[in-house]
């Protein structure tokens, strides 16, 4: 940045603005990568979501939604759908985050990580039905990152809430099991809340189901089909996992 304070603005090209508006942003200078990013001439979808990052830099979340849109407009591609959905997320706009996530998966469904996201803002949806149609990106997702844990519960949890107690108790374990091998490696506070809360849902929907067996003879049995929380108890109003 220090470099680009000493050429003369007049003297600089159009992309040598633009280096210098990346310099400036990269260092955490907003307000001197705004300044440079104004004075060039935009002719690129990648020159508006430099903008639009710049703006997000300079907390300004409803400008930068609104360059995130110029640069759609000039390329509609699958990477600047998925750049504007994370910059929509960021500005708590989960709706348009969710829409340009789907733009995204349909101009690259073979993209693991556009496939993974878009799943989990499906699974933090208000409605039921909306979180239901995550399942099959959640699925494919815990295949593409095994290792990711929150994948994985979220999945859970999503069988638990569409009443497939069975998948969802085996997703538990196997998350369970992959952050046990992490457990044992160190004292990880929030891992160990994460396990206790997942090993409470494994063992309330084991209880459950072995309940649900031994009862069913019974004509007037008592329905066990209501949702886990994350906290072990039942409750039909529990929110997707990924909202906790």
Same mark, same amino acid.
């Given at each position: ?15 040598? &603005?633009?280096?210098? /508006? ?17 004075? /060039? ?31 759609? +407009? ?16 960021? /500005? ?5 985050? +969710? &829409? ?14 556009? &496939? ?77 809340? &994460? ?5 409470? /849902? ?43």
């Amino acid at each position: 940045l220090k470099h680009w304070s000493l050429v003369p603005l007049d003297e600089m090209t159009d992309n040598a &603005r633009l280096t210098a /508006a990346h310099s400036a942003l990269a260092s955490g200078d907003g307000a001197t990568a705004e300044s440079y990013w104004q004075q /060039a001439s935009l002719h690129s979808a990648d020159d508006w979501a430099l903008g639009a990052a710049i703006a997000e830099a300079n907390q300004q979340p409803a400008l930068a939604l609104q360059r995130q849109r110029q640069a759609l +407009t000039l390329q509609p591609s699958a990477e600047h759908y998925y750049t504007a959905a994370l910059t929509a997320e960021r /500005a708590a706009d989960h709706e348009q985050s +969710t &829409r340009w996530l789907a733009d995204a998966v349909r101009r690259a469904p073979h993209q693991p990580r556009y &496939r993974a996201e878009y799943g989990m803002s499906l699974a933090s949806a208000d409605a039921p039905l909306v979180r239901a149609q995550a399942l099959p990106y959640l699925e494919r997702a815990t295949q593409d990152y095994p290792e990711d844990y929150l994948l994985g519960e979220t999945l859970a949890w999503r069988y638990n809430e569409v009443s497939d107690s069975a998948a969802s108790r085996q997703e538990f374990k196997r998350v369970i099991d992959l952050e046990q091998t992490l457990e044992d490696a160190g004292d990880d506070r929030n891992l160990q809340v &994460r396990l206790y809360r997942q090993r409470k /849902a494994y063992q309330t929907l084991t209880q459950r189901d072995s309940f649900t067996l031994s009862s069913s003879w019974v004509p007037e049995g008592t329905s066990t089909n209501d949702n886990l929380r994350p906290d072990g108890r039942n409750d039909r109003q529990r929110r997707a996992m990924s909202q906790n």
